[in-house]
């Protein structure tokens, strides 16, 4: 009995790892890649910076966040 439960729980923790490891790829993946321009304003940056303050970051950060979570919310109805 217990062996069972041991078990599933075992699988749960895979199941989070893996829907974590996607989450952390989407991630990786979405993150804008430098272009001279801030990524959320359009402003000039410097060279390899994606965005031009850390303003800008933190409201791209923001609203991104806010599209994953509705992205999950979306996929789970
Ligand atoms: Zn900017």
Same mark, same amino acid.
């Given at each position: ?9 075992d699988r749960e ?10 989450l952390? !790829?989407n991630?990786?993946r %979405?993150?804008?890649a ?7 304003? $359009? ?8 965005f031009?303050?850390s303003?800008? !970051?933190?409201?791209w950060? %923001?609203?991104?966040?806010?599209r994953?979570l509705?992205?999950?919310? $979306?996929g789970r109805?």
């Amino acid at each position: 009995m217990s062996k069972a439960i041991d078990l599933s729980s075992d699988r749960e923790q895979l199941e989070r790892d893996q829907a974590l490891a996607r989450l952390r !790829a989407n991630a990786k993946r %979405e993150t804008p890649a430098p272009s001279g321009e801030c990524s959320w304003c $359009g402003d000039p940056t410097e060279p390899g910076q994606v965005f031009c303050c850390s303003e800008c !970051a933190k409201d791209w950060q %923001e609203h991104n966040r806010r599209r994953q979570l509705a992205a999950r919310i $979306g996929g789970r109805a």
